[in-house]
């Protein structure tokens, strides 16, 4: 068949042409492609309690910075759980006074700026209720073991021309398959933290009014992290493609 032929045929099979259009338009068949899909949007709220000591006696907490590392983000399928694990990392800024720096003739403390980076670790399990989009179970792995009959001659002292037929115990034969399924994974898309830290063993420093060092810091938090999940999945999307014409042609 000649290439003449074979675009004739094409047309017929994807063209899709109207007579009150000044252009016509070819929709292309289903294209089957393998993209990141979303499952879910997830909100995950978190409480944390921790004790921070600090290696130098703090007279104030100048800043505090913060930010959220996830060590796992686990969609255990085919369950709706989802687990969460990680830390909050702070940088805190604080003024520390100077050893022998404290007039109190003068009132005056003379400090310096110290900081202190620390980890808080966090986990938690969420339930996603509503999915976006169906995730794909994974299909599981099988092992199928199977024999052959042989036939065997009976030993002496048995009846002649009597054969045993049974498998034989010296072989071993299997079937086993393995499927490898895409494993659903996670992106962080925004987290807010509301903190409230009290020192608990502040003590005052003497002739300076309201003014004192502490060493530990109680610390309460709650973190809302919204979390994405994600998992690759096959998806069929609809490819059009214009006539290569005068005109463009508008879909």
């Known amino acids: 068949m000649s290439d003449e032929n074979n675009m004739n045929d094409y047309h017929l099979l994807f ?33 944390l309690d921790a004790l921070i000591k600090f290696p130098a ?102 009846q002649k021309n009597k054969e045993l037929q049974t498998t034989d115990l010296s072989q071993f034969h299997q079937e086993s398959t393995q499927f490898y399924n895409e494993l659903p994974y996670c992106e962080l898309i925004s987290s807010n933290i509301i903190e409230w830290d009290e020192a608990i063993d502040r003590c005052p420093l003497p002739y300076h009014l309201g003014e004192g060092t502490f060493t530990k810091m109680e610390e309460k938090m709650v973190v809302d992290l919204i979390i994405k999940v994600l998992q690759k999945q096959q998806v069929q999307i609809f490819h059009s493609k214009a006539h290569e014409d005068k005109h463009d042609c508008d879909y």
């Open 15 to 47: 063209n899709n042409n109207n007579d009150d259009d000044d252009c016509h338009c070819h929709d292309h068949p289903l294209i089957l492609t393998k993209v990141p899909v979303v499952l879910a949007e997830v909100d995950v709220q978190i409480h």
């Open 57 to 158: 006696p703090v007279l104030e907490i100048k800043d505090i910075k913060k930010s959220i590392k996830l060590t796992q983000c686990r969609l255990l399928l085919p369950t709706k759980k989802l687990f969460v694990k990680g830390f909050v990392r702070k940088n805190i800024q604080y003024a520390s006074p100077c050893k022998n720096n404290i007039d109190y003739r003068k009132k005056s403390i003379s400090s310096n700026l110290l900081s202190l980076t620390v980890d808080i670790p966090f986990q938690s399990v969420t339930e996603i209720k509503d999915f976006l989009a169906k995730p794909d179970i994974p299909l599981v792995n099988m092992r199928n073991e199977f024999d052959f009959l042989v036939s065997k001659h009976l030993p002496n002292g048995c």
